[in-house]
C-alpha cells in the first residue's frame, strides 16, 4: 500500500494531518508533505480513513 499525494490539488487544509499526523504534514508551502509513504497493512483503515477526510480528493492509496 503506497500513499500518493497530489499536492497541484491539494489546498492545505489539513484535514488529512488532523486524523493522521504520523503519515501526513502540511509544509510551509502551503501543502501536503506524506512523511510515510508506505505504511503497515495494519494501518490500512487509519490511512484510508484520512485519504477519504480529505475535501478536494487530492490523496489516494494504491495497492
Ligand atoms: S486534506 Fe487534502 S487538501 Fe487538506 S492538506 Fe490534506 S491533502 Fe491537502
Do not use: S
Request: charged share 25%; proline share 3%; hydrophobic share 45%.
Amino acid at each position: 500500500m503506497r500513499i500518493v499525494a497530489d499536492t497541484g490539488t491539494c489546498v492545505g487544509l489539513g484535514m488529512c494531518e488532523a486524523m493522521a499526523d504520523e503519515f501526513f504534514e502540511v509544509g510551509d508551502d502551503g501543502h501536503v508533505h506524506v512523511l510515510d509513504e508506505y505504511p503497515a497493512e495494519t494501518d490500512r483503515e487509519f490511512a484510508d480513513a484520512a485519504v477519504q477526510a480529505c475535501p478536494v480528493a487530492a490523496l489516494r492509496l494504491e495497492g
